[in-house]
């Protein structure tokens, strides 16, 4: 059973930066596309970046120029910077494949931009 482990979330002022980390166990990681989505309170789980197994990038609009997605496939593991937090950020962060097809989801990891 494949388990996903995200971590590096935290609390933020405006403007500011963190980077996630999502480790992958139980499955092959090298040939899958990933992606990292976010579910903010009363709302959608939605997806934020994708990331190819080889290595193309896309983001949602919202986040795009801030975030970057990248992936090691050595040590089974998706990241995503971002810079320039905003409040509206502010979400539970999930990695999971790029057409969210594992199960079950991680806990996620809490990111709260607040001043």
């Known amino acids: 059973q494949v388990q996903l482990v995200e971590s590096g979330g935290g609390l933020v002022q405006p403007g500011g930066s963190l980077r996630l980390f999502c480790v992958v166990s139980?499955?092959?990681?090298?040939?899958?596309?990933m992606g990292w989505y976010r579910q903010a309170p009363g709302k959608e789980r939605e997806l934020v970046a994708a990331i190819t197994s080889g290595g193309s990038t896309n983001y949602a609009d919202s986040v795009k120029g801030r975030f970057t997605i990248s992936r090691d496939n050595g040590k089974k593991t998706v990241y995503l910077q971002m810079h320039s937090l905003k409040p509206e950020d502010t979400a539970v962060y999930y990695c999971?494949?790029?057409?969210?097809?594992?199960?079950?989801w991680g806990q996620g990891t809490q990111v709260t931009v607040s001043s």
């Open positions: 999971n494949t790029a057409r969210a097809g594992w199960s079950p």
């Open positions: 139980g499955s092959i990681f090298s040939i899958i596309d």
